[in-house]
């Protein structure tokens, strides 16, 4: 299997890798299971959702979004100085804004993309229908950043090293295809730039911070079960309205010819 | 839907309900979202799973089987008093045994069942190639009995109000279609009188313990919430190893003509 081709390539043998190296070792978690390549997502690209499907997506990926700052909180409140909090907090802001229509954080921005698949914003915020695979695979996220090191909840963030692209793709193939959801882009067109900058910190200090091979394993393995949790969230999202589209009880279920 | 009528009719007014109110309010939950109506186990019961299929599902219930006397123990670390914490200790006792032939314990059983599908014990233990929304469903079976009241851990216990009929009908359709399976059975037979003893308790702590309305609904919607483990921990296998047959990357694959 390929993971484990991985796992022993960069794996058992015990000399510290260069930061290029350890690089390279991140992008490969990422070329092996980013959601990038998931059919959900593939599907997505090449037009062939319904507005429901869309509905479905927006509704439980506005779950994972509303954690992000609480999970960033969880890393903030562990974080060790001064200088790495006020690099962090930048994440909190960036999701929760500051309260004016210049900066209305990422939540209110997923919002705004919900609403454009035609869902209402209240009934997003509530979260009633959200799928419970999506509930778990996102609180898992915030397992991981509350109970290992914090070594390795900043590297479980470097999934932003990979959103980048996926983002840029994803935002060309939804303007073609999906020309009604054009009005809530704005989450998108944001990360572009902020993903970059917050990957550029968290790389440098999972570097600066890993002092032995076995803690270098430790993010890179850290990096892959947060791609697992993004991967997850795309299966029940397929499992339930894709095929063989099988809500589970109490899940959103989508209208028909919608 | 339906979530939502049982709600409003256990739900909005605040008269406390009396015992036998609170026992088919807590079987209506089962009715309606417990595993014994997923397809996975209607396939299963219908003899229509190949060994793989069998073997997919008694890798990954084997993480769930494995986290039982975690969760007890959580809940043990809980309890108010001696008399509690002897009741309670049982299920840890039922679950780790006490290292003799004699009560070899709940863990070991299950794997003697998969071993019966064909797996290697230690390879199931190790826990490789389990789905990642297995580990995430059952990873919030221990958030809840951590992060909830004592209230609220104990009533997600009680899925063992309809766990026997569930385990006497699936005993006698493994039988019937898996003659190969039956030396792996030990587990289900121990289960048919460990659960109602321990849901009896559980139902009575429930009641004795929930003063107010609010807090049977709290009680009421932790086993709701315990169901949903359950049966996603179904969706996922029936996901990836039914149809449309995607185990994700790293996951067990099945063998070809298993």
């Given at each position: 299997?390929?993971?484990?081709?991985?796992?022993?390539?960069?794996?058992?043998?015990?000399?510290?890798?260069?930061?290029?190296?350890?690089?390279?070792?991140?992008?490969?978690?990422?070329?092996?299971?980013?959601?990038?390549?998931?059919?959900?997502?593939?599907?997505?690209?090449?037009?062939?959702?319904?507005?429901?499907?869309?509905?479905?997506?927006?509704?439980?990926?506005?779950?994972?979004?509303?954690?992000?700052?609480?999970?960033?909180?969880?890393?903030?409140?562990?974080?060790?100085?001064?200088?790495?909090?006020?690099?962090?907090?930048?994440?909190?802001?960036d999701h929760d804004g500051d309260?004016?229509?210049?900066?209305?954080?990422?939540?209110?921005?997923?919002?705004?993309?919900?609403?454009?698949?035609?869902?209402?914003?209240?009934?997003?915020?509530?979260?009633?229908?959200?799928?419970?695979?999506?509930?778990?695979?996102?609180?898992?996220?915030?397992?991981?950043?509350?109970?290992?090191?914090?070594?390795?909840?900043?590297?479980?963030?470097?999934?932003?090293?990979?959103?980048?692209?996926?983002?840029?793709?994803?935002?060309?193939?939804?303007?073609?295809?999906?020309?009604?959801?054009?009005?809530?882009?704005?989450?998108?067109?944001?990360?572009?730039?902020?993903?970059?900058?917050?990957?550029?910190?968290?790389?440098?200090?999972?570097?600066?911070?890993?002092?032995?091979?076995?803690?270098?394993?430790?993010?890179?393995?850290?990096?892959?079960?947060?791609?697992?949790?993004?991967?997850?969230?795309?299966?029940?999202?397929?499992?339930?309205?894709?095929?063989?589209?099988?809500?589970?009880?109490?899940?959103?279920?989508?209208?028909?010819?919608?």
């Amino acid at each position: 299997m390929a993971v484990r081709n991985l796992e022993k390539s960069v794996g058992e043998n015990s000399s510290l890798l260069t930061f290029d190296e350890l690089c390279a070792a991140l992008r490969a978690v990422g070329e092996e299971r980013y959601h990038h390549k998931h059919p959900f997502h593939l599907l997505m690209h090449e037009g062939r959702l319904s507005r429901g499907q869309l509905q479905a997506w927006a509704l439980n990926r506005y779950y994972y979004q509303s954690i992000i700052p609480i999970k960033d909180s969880i890393i903030l409140s562990r974080g060790p100085d001064p200088a790495f909090r006020r690099a962090w907090r930048k994440r909190v802001v960036d999701h929760d804004g500051d309260g004016t229509p210049k900066n209305e954080g990422g939540i209110k921005r997923w919002l705004k993309l919900a609403e454009a698949t035609g869902l209402d914003a209240e009934d997003v915020r509530a979260g009633t229908g959200i799928l419970p695979a999506t509930r778990f695979a996102v609180n898992e996220y915030l397992n991981i950043v509350r109970s290992r090191s914090l070594l390795e909840a900043v590297a479980s963030s470097l999934t932003e090293l990979f959103s980048p692209d996926l983002i840029s793709l994803r935002v060309e193939k939804l303007r073609q295809h999906y020309p009604w959801l054009s009005g809530g882009l704005d989450y998108f067109e944001a990360r572009m730039h902020q993903a970059p900058e917050d990957s550029k910190f968290a790389t440098a200090y999972v570097y600066e911070n890993a002092k032995t091979r076995a803690e270098q394993e430790l993010a890179i393995q850290a990096l892959r079960d947060k791609c697992d949790i993004l991967w997850a969230q795309l299966d029940a999202l397929y499992f339930a309205y894709v095929q063989p589209g099988w809500p589970p009880p109490g899940a959103f279920r989508m209208q028909e010819g919608v």
